[in-house]
């Protein structure tokens, strides 16, 4: 089933709105697909214009930053320590934006989105 994200056919106070257009295919979402631990996947979504957009479904490695010696490095990531968005992610070692994560290097906070961008970029915590 697909996910529709056009507009109501209520009002906001309740009465029927009569839709002058019916349903376009770029009004459809799609399912939310989190980025887990394990080996490297992505995958390819048609975006708006033809455009292609990468989605990570599983994930290796971060390209961590050291704020000290403003260096980036690909390393390892072990597991997942902390996650803002829901306590159960960690349990199930899922992936996403302000996630700490357990490095070869230390601890780091994931500042990108693996589910949109296609990568995991992170930053070391001091």
Known sequence: MALWQGTSNRKSTGGRLVPSKGKRKFEIGR???YTRLGT???RQYRGC???VKVGML?????NV?????????RVKIINVKTNPADPNFVQRNILNKG???????GD????SRPGQDGAVNA????
């Open 31 to 33: 399912e939310k697909q």
């Open 40 to 42: 490297e996947s992505l």
């Open 49 to 51: 214009g033809g455009n």
């Open 58 to 62: 599983a994930a290796e490695y971060a």
């Open 65 to 73: 930053v050291d704020k000290k010696t403003n260096k980036v490095s």
């Open 99 to 105: 996630a700490t994560i357990t490095t070869e290097l």
């Open 108 to 111: 780091a906070v994931v500042t």
């Open 123 to 126: 930053v070391l915590i001091a």
